[in-house]
T-cell receptor
Framework: AQTVTQSQPEMSVQEAETVTLSCTYDTSESDYYLFWYKQPPSRQMILVIRQEAYKQQNATENRFSVNFQKAAKSFSLKISDSQLGDAAMYFCAYRSVGAGGTSYGKLTFGQGTILTVHP | DTGVSQDPRHKITKRGQNVTFRCDPISEHNRLYWYRQTLGQGPEFLTYFQNEAQLEKSRLLSDRFSAERPKGSFSTLEIQRTEQGDSAMYLC??????????FGEGSWLTVV
């Protein structure tokens, strides 16, 4: 079974600065997907960024980027130019690959990191 | 597209009572998931449907829990003989095949 670990229960950052959230995972699979989800205080989970394990290039979405280290089973999220609206709980998640190479089945989540953004 | 809709958003029930939550996925999404989340923790997988077929159930889904998706559209999650440990948020999510999973706002359950 896959496990996902987020070792930082809480992080804080000044507005406009950069912060990195850490995530490690354990799997015996060679192909899989990794995700970062954001859960603001309103509680609806929103996808921030995804990474396919077979891709060596790190995913980027505007101010959000990842550092994917497959051998180390590490998947960190970097938020640049932090904004007050970035304050939320962030979850790292893992999803297996099914037939045809597509994302398959359930997400396995880490414990989450609460991000506070100071003005 | 409307998002994933869950009802009720909040439920307070007495221990021993039965409760049922409903989830309406995004239209044409064939996969539907239920998760449970307690305060300050990550969501834990409960069960997963592809169309009307329940393909996977977690060991967390005790025999007091049952989920259905009778016509491959909306789904219900019923908890019988509720216990205080059932207090949590129950999240529903949906996707089309292996694409992005979208979450609802959740249904909060408090068992008193």
């Amino acid at each position: 079974a896959q496990t996902v670990t987020q070792s930082q229960p809480e992080m804080s950052v000044q507005e406009a600065e950069t912060v990195t959230l850490s995530c490690t995972y354990d799997t015996s699979e060679s192909d899989y997907y990794l995700f970062w989800y954001k859960q603001p205080p309103s509680r609806q989970m929103i996808l921030v960024i995804r990474q396919e394990a077979y891709k060596q290039q790190n995913a980027t979405e505007n101010r959000f980027s990842v550092n994917f280290q497959k051998a180390a089973k590490s998947f960190s999220l970097k938020i640049s130019d932090s904004q007050l609206g970035d304050a939320a709980m962030y979850f790292c998640a893992y999803r297996s690959v099914g037939a045809g190479g597509t994302s398959y089945g359930k997400l396995t989540f880490g414990q989450g990191t609460i991000l506070t953004v100071h003005p | 597209d409307t998002g994933v809709s869950q009802d009720p958003r909040h439920k307070i029930t007495k221990r021993g009572q039965n409760v049922t939550f409903r989830c309406d996925p995004i239209s044409e999404h064939n996969r539907l998931y239920w998760y449970r989340q307690t305060l300050g923790q990550g969501p834990e997988f409960l069960t997963y449907f592809q169309n009307e077929a329940q393909l996977e159930k977690s060991r967390l889904l005790s025999d007091r829990f049952s989920a259905e998706r009778p016509k491959g559209s909306f789904s219900t999650l019923e908890i019988q003989r509720t216990e205080q440990g059932d207090s949590a948020m129950y999240l529903c999510a949906s996707s089309f095949a292996g694409n992005t999973i979208y979450f609802g706002e959740g249904s909060w359950l408090t068992v008193v």
